[in-house]
């Protein structure tokens, strides 16, 4: 096996190597190894650092409590699976790859967001009646490759912000229920024209390689939705007595 460097960034050539560790600056997402010769992919140096140094600490924890006064037998070899990062997967050809979902990769799977709905639908909003709106609370189930493996990605909505286009915001966890159990609306109080609201749907998610363990996704997860836009209006009343007049009164 041969490695070459090249500024932050370290690439392994040759047979399969299960356990690469390089301390590049830069971490995750900053530099990185790169397996070739296998299925490719990037390697997070982060996680490995850090799974090193659990297996470090296993492995002196037990050897420490095997020569003790009051020795148990704890046999360090199973402080090896901690040497693994938790996001290591085996792909088709039995090498070991390395998958990392970020909170970007989720918020592109996410286009669509949680939807809107908005009650009323049609092009005019009254004054005086309530603004009626509501989004989906289910938990989406997604999926990629990454370095040649299926990934699945559950993602749940946590909180939601309306911005209702008259320069006001509403922040809540309530998704928001359909006429007559609403229980999210707005009140307008100017009139205006081609008025949108706009939903921010925050997320959290986990991802599952096959075949590898379920991982939470780091950092802020959010999504966009607009509405068709709309225009405000009130209702007006005039007195008359034309109809007096045409029946002569």
Same mark, same amino acid.
């Given at each position: 096996?041969?490695?070459?460097?090249?500024?932050?960034?370290?690439?392994?050539?040759?047979?399969?190597?299960?356990?690469?560790?390089?301390?590049?600056?830069?971490?995750?997402?900053?530099?990185?190894?790169?397996?070739?010769?296998?299925?490719?992919?990037?390697?997070?140096?982060?996680?490995?650092?850090?799974?090193?140094?659990?297996?470090?600490?296993?492995?002196?924890?037990?050897?420490?409590?095997?020569?003790?006064?009051?020795?148990?037998?704890?046999?360090?070899?199973?402080?090896?699976?901690?040497?693994?990062?938790?996001?290591?997967?085996?792909?088709?050809?039995?090498?070991?790859?390395?998958?990392?979902?970020?909170?970007?990769?989720?918020?592109?799977?996410?286009?669509?967001?949680?939807?809107?709905?908005?009650?009323?639908?049609?092009?005019?909003?009254?004054?005086?009646?309530?603004?009626?709106?509501?989004?989906?609370?289910?938990?989406?189930?997604?999926?990629? !490759?990454?370095?040649? !493996?299926?990934?699945?990605?559950?993602?749940?909505?946590?909180?939601?912000?309306?911005?209702?286009?008259?320069?006001?915001?509403?922040?809540?966890?309530?998704?928001?229920?359909?006429?007559? %159990?609403?229980?999210?609306?707005?009140?307008?109080?100017?009139?205006? !024209?081609?008025?949108?609201?706009?939903?921010?749907?925050?997320?959290?998610?986990?991802?599952?390689?096959?075949?590898?363990?379920?991982?939470?996704?780091?950092?802020?997860?959010?999504?966009? %939705?607009?509405?068709?836009?709309? %225009?405000?209006?009130?209702?007006?009343?005039?007195?008359?007595?034309?109809?007096?007049?045409?029946?002569?009164?």
């Amino acid at each position: 096996m041969n490695a070459y460097s090249a500024q932050e960034s370290v690439t392994v050539t040759g047979g399969t190597s299960h356990e690469v560790y390089s301390y590049v600056s830069g971490g995750s997402g900053g530099g990185g190894v790169t397996v070739e010769g296998g299925t490719g992919g990037v390697f997070d140096e982060r996680a490995a650092f850090m799974a090193s140094l659990s297996y470090a600490m296993c492995f002196g924890m037990r050897m420490g409590v095997n020569v003790g006064m009051r020795a148990v037998v704890l046999d360090p070899d199973e402080c090896a699976t901690d040497a693994a990062a938790a996001t290591t997967a085996q792909a088709a050809d039995g090498t070991t790859v390395v998958i990392t979902i970020s909170s970007t990769d989720v918020s592109t799977l996410l286009a669509e967001g949680s939807g809107i709905t908005r009650q009323p639908p049609g092009p005019e909003v009254l004054l005086t009646k309530d603004f009626i709106v509501y989004t989906s609370p289910d938990t989406q189930v997604l999926t990629t !490759t990454v370095a040649g !493996t299926e990934v699945t990605i559950h993602a749940t909505p946590t909180s939601y912000t309306w911005n209702w286009g008259d320069g006001t915001t509403t922040t809540t966890t309530d998704p928001g229920a359909a006429w007559p %159990n609403q229980t999210l609306t707005h009140r307008y109080t100017a009139t205006a !024209t081609d008025v949108t609201t706009t939903l921010t749907t925050t997320w959290k998610a986990t991802y599952t390689p096959n075949g590898g363990t379920t991982t939470p996704v780091v950092g802020t997860i959010t999504t966009t %939705n607009t509405t068709t836009p709309y %225009n405000i209006v009130r209702t007006l009343t005039y007195l008359t007595d034309q109809a007096e007049t045409q029946k002569r009164h």
